[in-house]
């Protein structure tokens, strides 16, 4: 959801605290799952390089080929320095502030979900649904 003026507000917490470690203010998320575990993390990996990525998207990154899209793309953790590498990009996350985020931080990214692309995003030789994100294709 937006503020009148535009900005993220009530309903986006997770854009409003992307946009405040972006900014470079400390920011911190937590995150309930459903089967009860709590933790709380900081948002610093969310803006980590290529080379600090944990070492399962590393092992995954050899197979990124063409255009890509990156479900759930955050901040742009993914996509910003696969943009950077020359690779056709697009993030789609469900928050608009880490939309934002992840457009300011150089990359293309719409607002939308895993279950309900926007139209006319066209096709991909690559979908990346890392960091954690396996739970997007979950229907509810």
């Known amino acids: 959801m937006r503020n009148t003026d535009g900005e993220p507000g009530l309903g986006d917490a997770f854009g409003i605290a992307l946009r405040q470690h972006h900014e470079g203010r400390s920011s911190f998320e937590i995150v309930e799952r459903d089967d009860g575990l709590i933790g709380v993390n900081d948002l610093a990996p969310y ?28 901040a742009g953790r993914h996509a910003v320095p696969l943009s950077r590498d020359g690779f056709d990009v697009l993030g789609i996350d469900s928050s608009p502030g880490a939309v934002d985020v992840a457009r300011e931080r150089g990359t293309a990214a719409l607002v939308g979900r895993a279950d309900a692309l926007p139209d006319d995003v066209g096709g991909f030789d690559t979908i990346l649904v890392l960091g954690q994100n396996i739970g997007l294709m979950v229907r509810r």
């Open 47 to 74: 803006f980590a390089d290529r080379a600090d990525w944990p070492a399962i998207d590393q092992r995954a990154a050899p197979g990124i080929t063409g255009r890509v899209l990156d479900l759930g793309c955050g």
